[in-house]
């Protein structure tokens, strides 16, 4: 018997009969099941109940265990079946009603019941996690029972149009017409097969239009969208009218943006209604796509002229299939537009680059600083030009401490090997071009104690 009583309980067990000790000692007390510690029933029964215990039966069982407090310990039970009967009771002659394992599963008194009702109604809204359960009795309201400042807000009027406009397409959105059907609006469904299907194709009812050349390698965003915009750019002009979802002095570009929303919208509530179909056909279609903007000539590492770090410089496409520089790193050039490169490098005066200039372009500013650190450099030596370049600065020629490993010579460059100009193709990183562009110091640029250099020759020589 002494084995099965918790191990820090042992030494403080006297030397009486087992009987006679469970009878004083252990009945207020219920070994844990699942380990060696001793749990007292008052507050064992005061915790919440398991979590598929009522609330109602819970507030009983915490009832009855304040109840427990003014007992004598020969009175107090863990289950009903554990109490002391007296000398009038009879447990054989009870009824299955009466008979209970645990309080809470003991069945209620009807005034109980009554008690609990109104405690349901009014705790309702009390409690940490009393709404938890409020998630599963949501339901869609439809528009017109709200009231009218709802309804004339811009969020239900976007979800009227995303509705009309779902209604102008077809089932199947993501799937192009089957061509053996061409007078019906039936989908291709056979995408088990390895049937080479278009890059793109209209989803609008009734309209068949699609990718024609198959081998030409082009962005079908571009090909779609200016197929949209002839041949439905009415039907989205309307909707957007009706709903007052763009105004009058928005650009085309805005005009743009609130219909590529709109019809990405559709497409996705159409979509919504039913399982996408997966298969070769769909697969071989992804991977033509993602040859569009991943190809060889699209993509390359590139080093940061200011900073030298490597970035993955990347030509891509927009929402609308214009070109876009999608990568960390690009090269900058200067054209009618933008002269950003050129007040970059040169730093006029006006727009107060001076500083900026010498702190992160300036090699005699470099030396001046940090000079006696790199002095045994031969990559810094005289007439070496490893990480070095001249640059036309206000009228002078003067050395710039750089990396111009990637920097490409434009035809209308005239200058030799060891100078740039501002019709350099210069590769620089997002980071460093945007502190540039501001006139601000860039903290990583090589001129600013980041120079490292080549590994030395006597750690890589043989």
Known sequence: MLEKVAPEMRETIPAELTSQFYKQRFYPTAMNLFGSRVVNVSDAVKKSPPGNISRKSAKRSKTNADD????????????????????????????????????????????????????????????????????FNIRRVSVMSSNEEYQSSFLCRWWKAVEEMQSQLRDGVLLPLDPRKVSEDNVFCEVETAFV???WHCCFRNCKCCEKDLGEQRSHEQE??????????????????????????????????????????GIAEKERMSVPLLGHATDRRALRQLGEVFAEDTSE?????????????????DKFGKSQEKGEISFRTNDHTC??????????????FDEAWRYNFSYDYFQTRFGAAVRTDPSLSEDCYEWLRKLTYRGQKLEIICNPEDVRSSRACTHNAEEICKQCAI?????????????????????????IGYVHNFLCGS
């Open 68 to 135: 427990l407090t003014p007992m004598h310990l020969d009175d107090m039970f863990f289950c009903d079946w554990q109490k002391k009967p007296h000398r009038d009771e009879d447990l054989t002659h009870m009824s299955p009603e009466d008979m209970f394992f645990c309080d809470w599963q003991k069945k209620p008194l009807p005034d109980e019941e009554e008690d609990d009702e109104e405690e349901d109604v009014s705790s309702s809204s009390d409690g940490e996690h009393s709404d938890d359960e409020d998630v």
């Open 197 to 199: 299907l278009p890059n």
């Open 224 to 265: 779609i969208w200016k197929h949209i915009s002839s041949k439905h750019g009415q039907i989205i002009e309307s909707i957007m009218t009706k709903y007052e979802l763009s105004d009058a002095e928005d650009d085309c570009a805005q005009f743009d943006e609130v219909a590529f929303a709109l019809l990405a919208s």
């Open 301 to 317: 590492v590139l080093m940061c002229f200011i900073c030298g770090s490597k970035y993955l410089e990347h030509k891509g496409f």
């Open 339 to 352: 002269d950003k490169l050129h007040r970059i490098l040169t730093a006029d005066k006006k727009n107060k």
């Open 427 to 451: 590769p620089v990183c997002n980071s460093c071009w945007q502190l540039a562009g501001q006139g601000k110091k860039i903290p990583r640029a090589l001129a600013n104690d980041n120079f």
